[in-house]
């Protein structure tokens, strides 16, 4: 007797998990940043946030709406690129700046590439760099919060003067966020709360935050700013939006390698970059350009490093006689 079996076509995994729980988790990642950033700048950090996230939104609804295209804006990922933008302006911007930023990360670099999935490059990173480059003096005006110990952003201070050493009240003020700054990225421990939280979740993969932040320990110590081996591990490591981006940005589905080997690659990358920039670049800061950089580079990362696939075997050319 023949037995006819019904296939029906890949994948044939299932699980639960959606795309709303991901982007859920990342906003519940986030927030401890968030209420730093609210304590310690108060009411113009929360109209920044506000204006961020509610431009994303309503520009990724108008134009969906405008293209007859079907309405994504519940799943979120809008929400997500206007904190990330707003994280990574100054608190005391005016209030277009957010907006404008928004309206181009969604509009230009992702609904115009074809939506979530599709971007090349990280929507908020780009936002920001189009901001810096279109309106540096408001980009780059600092709100210290009150009774921070430094009146400029350490990073300004060391690009000025390389001889500057940082103390332990320091590094105390970087850890918990009362430093001169963008509004999500000056307490590195809410950051790596967030961080944790979405490896345990499996929202991201370790080995991209891994590999960004061990790289840039290695070479910030190698490319010291004094000379070579002089740098300070931790004080780099824990200044800036190191944190930031290496566990919310670089690990972007779309625009990361899908390979674990890829994923290193990534890291590693960035983190190179993100040195040399600091190091050897007029700019104090070089997170944002390193990842969006590197986010060039994937579909050639990709490309490189396809795991073999299995039963494959190399045919040898038949040797003539």
């Not at 729980?21 to 950033?37: E, S, T, W």
């Not at 290496?246 to 890829?262: C, E, K, L, N, V």
């Not at 990358?269 to 920039?277: D, K, N, P, R, T």
Request: proline content about 6%.
């Amino acid at each position: 007797m023949e037995i006819m079996l019904t296939v029906s076509s890949p994948p044939h995994i299932f699980g639960t998990d959606t795309i709303v729980k991901r982007m859920r988790d990342v906003v519940i990642a986030l927030m401890p940043a968030c209420f730093l950033g609210l304590h310690y700048y108060g009411e113009r950090a929360f109209i920044t946030i506000a204006v961020a996230v509610v431009s994303a939104v309503l520009a990724e609804y108008l134009y969906q709406k405008v293209t007859n295209k079907k309405n994504t804006t519940s799943d979120l990922s809008a929400v997500i690129t206007g904190l990330l933008l707003a994280f990574n302006l100054p608190p005391e911007v005016s209030f277009w700046i957010p907006a404008a930023g928004s309206i181009f990360a969604i509009i230009i670099v992702k609904q115009l590439f074809g939506g979530l999935g599709s971007n090349f490059i990280n929507p908020a990173l780009a936002a920001r760099a189009f901001l810096l480059a279109s309106f540096p003096v408001e980009m780059t005006n600092w709100t210290v919060p009150p009774d921070a110990v430094s009146s400029a952003t350490y990073l300004a201070q060391i690009k000025a003067d390389p001889s500057f050493i940082p103390q332990m009240a320091d590094f105390k003020a970087l850890l918990v966020g009362k430093v001169g700054g963008c509004i999500g990225e000056t307490s590195a421990l809410a950051l790596i709360a967030g961080g944790i939280y979405l490896i345990a979740r499996r929202v991201i993969n370790w080995r991209i935050p891994v590999f960004y932040i061990a790289s840039f320990a290695l070479f910030a110590f190698i490319f010291g700013r004094n000379g070579m081996f002089t740098g300070s591990v931790l004080f780099e490591t824990l200044n800036g939006g190191l944190l930031l981006g290496a566990f919310f940005m670089a690990t972007d589905y779309a625009t990361s390698p899908i390979t674990p080997r890829g994923k290193v690659i990534m890291g590693i990358g960035c983190g190179l970059i993100s040195v040399l920039i600091r190091v050897f670049g007029g700019y104090p800061e070089g997170v944002s350009y390193s990842i969006l950089i590197m986010n060039l580079f994937v579909p050639m990362i990709d490309k490189y490093v396809r795991p073999r696939i299995y039963g494959k075997r190399k045919i040898k050319a038949a040797v003539k006689a």
